[in-house]
């Protein structure tokens, strides 16, 4: 496994990753010095993130990912994180609303479980799903960052008057 620190506009971002695919991709709480040189088998998520993020580039212009994951998790867990995939860029979904697509509403507290579960960050993004009543619930890299990944993808944007 190799690994890489990239700093975001939302503080480090910790990628774990072989030939096999992304492993991880977690927020750290404490800052950590970016990496100087990228293994080449995480060259693809450091770009693609980056873009995302508008780094490298006048704008944001990624909204997709293809990269090759490699999660661990329970096959239900991976089957919930697919799923998670399928949320377009800039929309949201209720937990209600997955359990529903993975064919049973009874699975919604697993299902929410598995979603707390997401070792890739962004990539599979969890942070588009929400409560019922539109409320931001439970993000593992913290709320203030799953409403600035929400706005950021946001195809309104919101202006200050003052």
Not at 12 to 38: C, D, K, M, N, W
Not at 75 to 98: A, C
Request: hydrophobic content about 40%; charged content about 20%.
């Amino acid at each position: 496994m190799e690994e890489v620190f990239l700093q975001t506009p939302l503080g480090t971002l910790h990628l774990v990753g072989s030939a096999s695919g992304l492993r991880e991709a977690t927020f750290l709480e404490a800052y950590q010095a970016p990496t100087a040189v990228i293994p080449e088998v995480l060259e693809d998520a450091v770009y693609q993130l980056q873009e995302y993020f508008g780094m490298d580039t006048l704008s944001r212009k990624r909204t997709q990912f293809d990269l090759l994951l490699d999660p661990e998790g329970t096959n239900f867990q991976k089957r919930v994180w697919r799923e998670l995939q399928e949320i377009p860029h800039g929309k949201t979904v209720s937990y209600l609303d997955m359990a529903k697509a993975l064919g049973d509403p009874k699975v919604l507290r697993a299902a929410a479980s598995a979603n707390g579960k997401n070792p890739i960050a962004i990539i599979i993004p969890c942070h588009r799903v929400i409560g019922s009543d539109g409320s931001l619930t439970g993000y593992a890299g913290g709320l203030h960052r799953k409403k600035w990944l929400l706005a950021h993808e946001s195809p309104v944007k919101q202006t200050s008057l003052f």
